[in-house]
């Protein structure tokens, strides 16, 4: 996949430098996201890159930067408190909205995700905005410099240890985040807002997500990280954030899509597929409220930015083989613990397949494994392999399917700028 990415400097809240990185994708991008990263780290963390690089392979824009004093950014961080993160985040959308297009999704991780909470009211072309791991209220920090905390009233500052490293915390940031309250903020975002936590978050309590999520006003949405650490260090937990967030982002960025398909993204019968012109292949998919992406690996000219047809053939043989082996077991009550399916696609010479009729050409092969877990005998592993060939997608694929296809005429409607005298 060919990506395009910049480091780039921008003033910050105390007219210091900002280091910051731009990653783009391989064509237009569909919107621009904004990250700000967590208390004491750096854009160039595993979540944040990994996030960025997955949204870029999703078509998005993304600007990821240092706060004052952190990274690759000038200033002392000793002079920094929550109310110069949020100007940081602000000067951070000035730079986007005049160099390209102002961000119109808002990442926060951790106390980043307090920070765009409170200055969404200040980026007015925000549409969309989302926190991982954040706390309700940035006082929640305190507790992280609890060893200090009577050195820093004393004495006005303190060396404080974080994460390994060393930071002088003065008494003004202590004050500066005692002073913060972000529920009316919260409640007066008007815009849609997606909060992601970890039940199992030990830096950051889930309640902290239960109060944000509860003061704000709907369109709100939550997504539990379930066995996520605080910082994502697993790369499977950070790519899912993104592709979640991806999904959830195109119904707020105005995509373009023709005003035929616009209609038919909502009947829960259709499924609508439209390019995004991302990538050469990327395809954003539409069933009822769901959101999907398809695509081609980088080796066959795509952007990876989603499974291929083919993967989402076997997803949705497996996924019904699934569901049909379940459907059963509880009906008749049967041990069944655990299912498992493992799918292969492949084209054969006709004549390397014994069991097939067609003895020409090539013809297609779906391998299928399934796995039973569970206390079951030979008979009732049988029986429930039999019910796997009755599933209905396996049966759609081995019948007769008729698919009738039509051309329909879209309309565009372009304005013309008017003519200058």
Not at 38 to 55: E, H, Q
Not at 101 to 125: R, T, W
Request: neutral net charge.
């Amino acid at each position: 996949m060919s990506e395009n990415r910049a480091m780039i400097l921008f003033p910050g809240a105390f007219g210091t430098l900002l280091a910051a990185r731009l990653d783009l994708p391989a064509t237009a991008p569909v919107a621009f996201a904004l990250f700000a990263h967590c208390f004491t780290c750096s854009k160039d963390t595993l979540a944040a890159s990994r996030i960025g690089a997955a949204l870029t392979g999703s078509g998005f824009g993304v600007l990821r930067f240092d706060f004052t004093g952190l990274g690759g950014s000038e200033g002392d961080f000793a002079n920094t408190n929550f109310s110069s993160n949020v100007a940081d985040l602000i000067a951070a959308a000035a730079w986007l909205r005049e160099h390209h297009q102002a961000p119109k999704i808002l990442i926060g991780h951790s106390l980043g995700g307090a920070a765009v909470l409170a200055a969404a009211g200040q980026i007015p072309e925000a549409k969309a905005i989302a926190t991982i791991g954040a706390p309700f209220d940035p006082g929640h920090i305190r507790h992280l410099l609890q060893s200090a905390a009577a050195e820093i009233e004393n004495a006005g500052e303190a060396e404080v240890a974080l994460a390994g490293r060393k930071f002088r915390i003065r008494k003004q940031f202590l004050d500066d985040i005692a002073g913060h309250n972000n529920r009316e903020r919260i409640a007066g975002l008007r815009r849609a807002l997606l909060v992601f936590h970890s039940p199992r978050d030990i830096t950051v309590d889930i309640e902290n997500a239960a109060q944000i999520y509860a003061a704000a006003k709907h369109p709100k949405s939550f997504v539990s990280l379930d066995n996520a650490d605080h910082l994502l260090t697993r790369k499977e937990d950070a790519i899912y954030v993104a592709s979640v967030l991806a999904a959830w982002a195109g119904r707020y960025i105005d995509a373009p899509l023709p005003q035929n398909q616009m209609t038919a993204r909502e009947e829960t019968d259709t499924v609508v597929v439209s390019e995004t012109r991302a990538g050469k292949f990327t395809q954003a998919i539409s069933i009822g409220h769901h959101r999907l992406r398809a695509d081609e690996p980088a080796a066959a000219g795509g952007n990876d930015s989603g499974p291929s047809p083919y993967d989402l053939l076997l997803a949705a043989l497996g996924a019904c083989t699934s569901m049909t082996i379940r459907m059963y077991a509880d009906l008749k009550q049967l041990p069944l613990e655990h299912v498992t399916v493992r799918l292969r696609h492949d084209k054969i010479h006709a004549e390397d397949c014994a069991e097939c009729q067609t003895r020409e050409g090539k013809i297609d092969r779906i391998e299928r494994e399934i796995e039973l877990a569970g206390t079951l005998d030979e008979t009732q592993r049988a029986r429930l392999l039999e019910i796997a060939n009755k599933c209905p997608v396996h049966r759609t694929l081995h019948s007769e399917v008729v698919i009738p296809t039509r051309l329909t005429v879209t309309e565009w409607n372009f304005q013309l700028p008017a003519r200058r005298p």
